[in-house]
């Protein structure tokens, strides 16, 4: 087999969302996998829809998901440039020869000519493509309009009728006719060519083994093998993904804040997470088993295990996910992404034993990262008592509950769980109160809200002399 080479190939026109973070992901897997080089290459021609910081934004979220870039604009390569606007010398090249081989034309017809035509087309019931009315123009007239400068393209000549047959690694053998192709135009007016050309001359000079990318692109592969055989170059190997959709089967909205990674990164998803979740947006291990590090996708990964049917995205399996990644990573490093919120919530932080404390009696619990920083929250930074709290803590019945504890409890030490188990046993029968009455106002007075975690969580989280003197303070109010 050739040299594995893959390119993720995005257009700079936001944030990276997560049909492209699958991209990525399955390019840098199979690099990996099979000890070839994951290629980041930024496709910048279409002028009308770059957005400013949209390629930072790109390299800033892999880098962040720890998919490092093998050659890029940033990392360099001997295959470069890799931003396809830094290489428009070599694309007019390619289209000089087309010009001279007779497989490409210049054209001149205007956005209204063009819009003229379709419109007749249309009328007429006919399939929308150029009529290659520029086609036909003599020699001389193309030249006495090119030396005047006239505003053109330059169109692919697409032959008539012809079958085209190509291997597919995730769908097999794919056969279409070029019937119903159009002639692509491959240079734009403003000298800046088509995503058809340079993703084909880029991906011939930067030695791309495998192309992987959507399914959107699978119907332009004639027109890709096209220009592979009239340039005389040998094609890559294809590999068109399935699309993502929502669970009710639509496509996926590509609406950039509820798709981009970056927002779920802000909502609080581990990175862990998000990459095992897309991971199987398409790709399944061999058994039925969900849960990947990166490390074991990379060991496990497999094209021939892409499905062609669409994958459905699913949240809440993504937040069953990250539920388990919480509790499934080395804490430190929950604490580590969890610190971004507690800054956040402006929650100051306790020292780490106590920290490590509430965080893992937190992360059996919580499903995002700022839970763990809103549970945290109570023990750290509890909010003032509403006023219905307060009424509640300051009526009899919760007061006597308060004193016992401050008469019965000890000072300091540990309290085993079955001494705590038998402390507020004895609390309920001897002041003969149970339940919501017993317990409502112990948390009132140790977290200052009704609910939360059950009291041996409570006290392994506050220790004994802290308790007390929220008792006293809860007494006094
Ligand atoms: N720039 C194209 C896109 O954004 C890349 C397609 C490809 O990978 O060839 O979809």
Redesign the pocket.
Known sequence: MREVRV?????PTGFLHLG?LR?ALYDYLFARHTGGTFILRI?DTDRSRIVPGAIENLIGSLHRLGLDIDEGPLTGGAYGPYVQSERLEIYRCEVRRLLDSGDAYPCFCSPDTLAQMRSEQLSRGEFVKYDRRCLHLSREEVQARLERGEAHVIRLKMPDQRRFRFDDIIRGQVEMNTSQSDDQVLLKSDGFPT?HLA?VVDDHYMKISH????E??LSSTPKHLWLYECLGWEPPKWVHLPLILNPDRSKLSKRMNDVSVESYLEKGYLKEALLNFVALLGWHGADDREIYSLEELCREFSLERVNKAGAVFDLTKLDWMNGIYLRKLPLDEVIRQALPWFEKGGISLPDPGILRTIVTAARERCTLLPEIAAYSKMFLSPAPLTAEEAEILASPQSQSVLHWYVEHLPREGILEKAELDALVKAGMAELGIKGKDYYTPLRSALLHQPHGPDLPTIFAILGLPRIHELLREALRS
């Not at 390119?7 to 257009?11: D, E, L, T, V, W």
């Open positions: 390119r993720f190939a995005p257009s492209g991209t496709e995503y993703a192309v992987i990318r959507g959107e692109w």
